[in-house]
């Protein structure tokens, strides 16, 4: 009986292992298309922050990104404006940001929910911090994310501006149906050498 279940057990173990499965994104986006501005006084009272037009460039590639990009790859941003009008330092607001992009035959979308700020005066800049889901047909399903994107204003007055983009997230990954079908398999095995060993009464 002993070794019936040592069996069953290991004949689970690989499947079980792969659904805990997941992939790292760790890389930075920045803007080579129209110049990024800003709507206000200074970019750190600023209404509204505009990203600029595509294209949106990979520009970092940290060492345990499993993205699939690589250097100079393009990412899809929409809408290119945030509207953060009456939202002080430390305040949060509300967005339909959406961030995507294609890699190794699958397409992979952020979807930006809400963001909080920090507006530094001294220095022109702001941060936006911003939450939402990561998404992949067949292979991530709305999981969890943040990603921050920093604009800055060396100029002080000028309405234009420059901006990056970077994000860490983990995701957990969805088992292929190989990998279903072999922990089917082994459930089934372990069930049959259980009831052998009942109708043998050991």
Partial sequence: MRRAMLLALAALALPTAALANSITIDFGVAPMGGSPTFTGMSLANATHVNLGSEPY?????????QSGLSLGSQV???????NIAGIPSGGSG?????KSWTANGRTFTET???FSLVRSPDTHSLAMFLSGTLSSPGFIVDEPVTMVINFNNAGGTHHTMNW????????AVIPEPGTLG???TGMIGLAAMLR???QLGI
């Fill in 94 to 98: 509300t967005t339909d940001f959406i």
């Fill in 182 to 184: 072999l922990l089917g």
């Fill in 164 to 171: 990056s983009m970077t994000e860490h997230t983990t995701a």
């Fill in 112 to 114: 930006f929910t809400s």
């Fill in 196 to 198: 052998r060993k009942l």
């Fill in 76 to 82: 899809m941003l929409s809408p290119a404006t945030f």
């Fill in 57 to 65: 460039t990979v520009n970092e590639i940290n060492p345990d990104d």
